[in-house]
C-alpha cells in the first residue's frame, strides 16, 4: 500500500525567520534593511510598461548583468543573475559539487547548506570554527569537493580578511571555492578583486540586503567566464526565463545612485555601533559585526527566554535552537526608533 511513498525525496527543509502580519511589530529578525530602495526604483516602478508582461523576459538577464559587470568593474561573461542569491547559491550547489568527496563548510554557517547538500545528494563534512566563530584555513587544507562559507558569517556577523580566502584557495586550486557575500557591503572587504588572480573563486552577493530589494529577489554570482557559462548551462537545462521583466528593470536602477546606496549603509553602521554600546550596558556580550545583524550573548538570561518575551511584546529577533548557537540572538539592525522600542522592552526583562 502506498509504495508510491519510497519514491519522495524526503529532506528537512530550511527554516525561514517569520513573517509576522499584525501590525505594529517591530521586526528585526530577518535582516532586511529598514530603508527603502533608492529613489529611482520607485520611478522605474511607476513608469514600468506593464504591456511588456505578456513577453518573456531576457533569458540571458543581460541589461542587468552588464550592469552588474560595470559596477564592480568585470565583463558581462563574468556575472550571473539570479532570483535572489538562494537561487544562485543552489545552481551553483548543482553545478560544481558533484565529486564523491565531501564538499566542506563551516559547522556554523548559513543553515541552506545543508539542505542543499542533502537535496542534491552532496556529501559534506562540517569543520569547525574555534571559540571566536572564526574559521581556521589550515581545517580546508584537506582533500574535498568544493568549498562555500559565508562572508561576513551568518548567523554570527564575523568577517574574515582577504588573507584567509587567499590562503583558502591558495590551497584549493582544483575545487571551486564559493564566498557568499550577502553581507559584504555593511563593512567586510569583497574577494571580487580576486577573482582575476583565481580562476576557481565564485563570488556571490544579493540584492536583498544592502538594497533594501529583499521583495524582489535578485542575486548575482561573479566569477571567470568557465565557471558561469557553466551555471547557464545547468539554468537553461531547467528553467530559462528565472528572472521576470519587473525586477531586471528596477535591479538596473537600483545599482545607479551610488550615494543613496553609501549614505543608506553609514546609517545602518552609525545604528549598528550604538547598538553594541546599548546592549553591552544591558549585560549583552556582542561579537564584532560587518553585517546589517548583530550576533549577542546575555550574561545571565538564556537567549530563548529573552527571544520569548521580546515576542509577546510584538519585538521579533531571531533565535537558533542549535548546537553551540543556542544560547545567543540575532538581531538585525533596524531604524533607530525601532532599536529604541528593542531597548525599552529589554529594560522591561527581569
Not at 532570483?83 to 551553483?92: H, K, Q, R
Not at 547548506?113 to 563534512?125: D, G, K, N, Q
Not at 584555513?137 to 588573507?163: M, Q, W
Not at 531571531?318 to 526608533?337: K, M, Q, S
Request: hydrophobic share 40%; proline share 6%; charged share 25%.
Amino acid at each position: 500500500m502506498n509504495t508510491w511513498k519510497n519514491n519522495i525525496r524526503m529532506v528537512v527543509p530550511y527554516v525561514p525567520g517569520e513573517q509576522p502580519k499584525k501590525a505594529g511589530v517591530v521586526k528585526l529578525n530577518t535582516n532586511e534593511n529598514p530603508y527603502p530602495p533608492a529613489p529611482g526604483v520607485k520611478a522605474a516602478l511607476e513608469n514600468f510598461n506593464t504591456d511588456s508582461l505578456r513577453l518573456y523576459p531576457d533569458p540571458d538577464t543581460k541589461d542587468l548583468a552588464e550592469a552588474l559587470a560595470v559596477y564592480y568593474e568585470l565583463k558581462y561573461e563574468n556575472v550571473f543573475v539570479g532570483v535572489g542569491s538562494d537561487d544562485v547559491l543552489a545552481t551553483a550547489f548543482m553545478t560544481f559539487f558533484n565529486s564523491k568527496t565531501p564538499i566542506l563548510f563551516p559547522d556554523v554557517s548559513y543553515s541552506f547548506y545543508s539542505v542543499w547538500a542533502e537535496l542534491f545528494r552532496i556529501p559534506y563534512e562540517r569543520p569547525a570554527l574555534d571559540s571566536e566563530f572564526k574559521m581556521n584555513p589550515k581545517d580546508y587544507y584537506r582533500e574535498n569537493g568544493g568549498i562555500i562559507f559565508p562572508n561576513p558569517n551568518a548567523p554570527t556577523s564575523v568577517c574574515e580578511p582577504l588573507d584567509l580566502i587567499r590562503d583558502i584557495l591558495d590551497h584549493n586550486r582544483d575545487v571551486v571555492v564559493i564566498v557568499d557575500e550577502a553581507y559584504i557591503d555593511f563593512g567586510g572587504e569583497s574577494a571580487v578583486p580576486l577573482i582575476q588572480e583565481y580562476d576557481n573563486l565564485l563570488v556571490v552577493q544579493t540584492f536583498s540586503k544592502s538594497r533594501s530589494m529583499a521583495g524582489i529577489r535578485i542575486g548575482y554570482a561573479m566569477g571567470n567566464r568557465e565557471l558561469i557559462d557553466a551555471m547557464k548551462n545547468v539554468k537553461f537545462s531547467f528553467n530559462s526565463y528565472t528572472m521576470n521583466r519587473f525586477a531586471l528593470d528596477i535591479g538596473i536602477e537600483a545599482l545607479k545612485d551610488k550615494q543613496y546606496f553609501e549614505d543608506n549603509l553609514a546609517k545602518i553602521i552609525s545604528t549598528r555601533e550604538e547598538a553594541v554600546k546599548e546592549l553591552e550596558k544591558r549585560g549583552f556580550t556582542v561579537l564584532e559585526s560587518k553585517a546589517n545583524f548583530l550576533f549577542a550573548q546575555h550574561s545571565t538570561h538564556y537567549a530563548g527566554d529573552i527571544f520569548r518575551f521580546l515576542k509577546e511584546r510584538n519585538v521579533y529577533v531571531r533565535h537558533f535552537n542549535l548546537p553551540r548557537i543556542d544560547n545567543y540572538l540575532r538581531i538585525t539592525v533596524g531604524t533607530e526608533e525601532q532599536m529604541k522600542k528593542l531597548y525599552e522592552e529589554l529594560d522591561n526583562y527581569k
